[in-house]
DNA sequence: TTGATATTTTGATATATATCAAATCAGGTT
DNA sequence: AACCTGATTTGATATATATCAAAATATCAA
């Protein structure tokens, strides 16, 4: 609970009474590897937090799956549009390791939010900042090469390589297998 | 005032002291054409709202520039991390047309947040709604082809057209004007 | 250890789009 | 109307990456 606790002060600090709300709300997680956390047309009722683990977030694209992100560290995920929208989501998550996620539930977070400026000001900064990094990823994909994006992922998550196979990382980079193959094999 | 007020309200309505506040923090410009309401390199304090009119949001990459967004109709816009972070904008933003734009201070627009929660429900949807924006756009860009990007801005606005230039529209859908002429004779 | 399966690499070819260059076309100004 | 400048189209070629196919390698269970 202490990485999520700072995770979330470090976003917007809560005051006492708002933190052992917020705090509360958030259920805890052990999960085997190759867990599913949300299945493709489901609504997404959860944000998550991986405490540790890594976990996949995908879609299907003409048959094959697309990696969208890969949440590892102690980072947030969730199913965006189908989170706020309420909507039924076209992501699957599932962990690629044994994991100990934490989640809090749409109706709790939104209460919480309605019940306490504070926690509606944390929520805010979260999407901004999810926000901020959509922007960057989409500049990314958009002006960098194939080859320059692999960069960047070595550079933001070193570790990512020896854990993650590469035909998921493939995917999330925008490209083939393949390319990713011969990327590597040209450095 | 009138689009202004119905365009907030339609994201989050506001209780009479909330609307007062914040209705009456907007600013209003009359522009020509041509009229730079971000120079590159500025940190950028507003978020704008588009009356009538056009506004582009576009930056510099090897001498060329990029169109990252037009903005018409009844949209809100900004340079997202510059106004967020607070940090020098890599964006520029330049009336297309003789416009009406409204504007709110960052100053503002956080103190006001700080001081009503509604407000600040008000910005996290607002955020919420352009994440969600964002999210379609980089699936657009990273999935579909130059062909299909093209149809799918003709199908949300028919107008734009007839009202921006080609080059302008070609960089938006993230091709060369020359892609976008023989995608336009290929129809 | 031996299979059986999943993952990664390598090779040949195809394709969408970029780049460079030149030719038209359009809109405003004198 | 004639001009000028900027916008758009057309043509020839180059390039990054995808696709299809097969081989090689790693992983895991019996």
């Not at 709300?21 to 085997?32: Q, R």
């Not at 690629?96 to 109706?107: K, N, S, W």
């Not at 692999?150 to 993650?164: D, F, G, H, N």
């Amino acid at each position: 609970m202490d990485a999520l606790k700072k995770a979330v002060f470090g976003i917007s600090p809560l005051s006492p009474i708002e933190e052992k709300a917020f705090m509360g709300a958030w259920k805890c997680w052990d999960l085997e590897k190759d867990h599913v956390l949300l299945r493709e047309k489901m609504v997404s009722d959860y944000i998550y937090f991986v405490d540790k683990g890594i976990a996949r977030i995908f879609y299907h694209k003409n048959d094959k799956e697309i990696t969208e992100w890969i949440a590892m560290d102690q980072q947030f995920f969730l199913s965006i549009t189908s989170f706020f929208q309420r909507s039924p989501s076209h992501l699957s998550i599932h962990t690629l390791e044994p994991a100990r996620i934490y989640g809090i539930h749409h109706t709790d977070f939104m209460s919480l939010a309605d019940r306490y400026h504070e926690v509606e000001r944390l929520l805010r900064k979260m999407v901004t900042g999810s926000l901020i990094l959509s922007q960057i990823r989409m500049d990314s994909i958009q002006f960098e090469t194939a080859y320059q994006r692999y960069e960047r992922l070595l550079r933001t998550y070193p570790e990512i390589i020896q854990r993650v196979p590469l035909m998921y990382i493939a995917s999330f980079l925008g490209v083939t297998l393949e390319t990713l193959s011969r990327i590597r094999s040209s450095r």
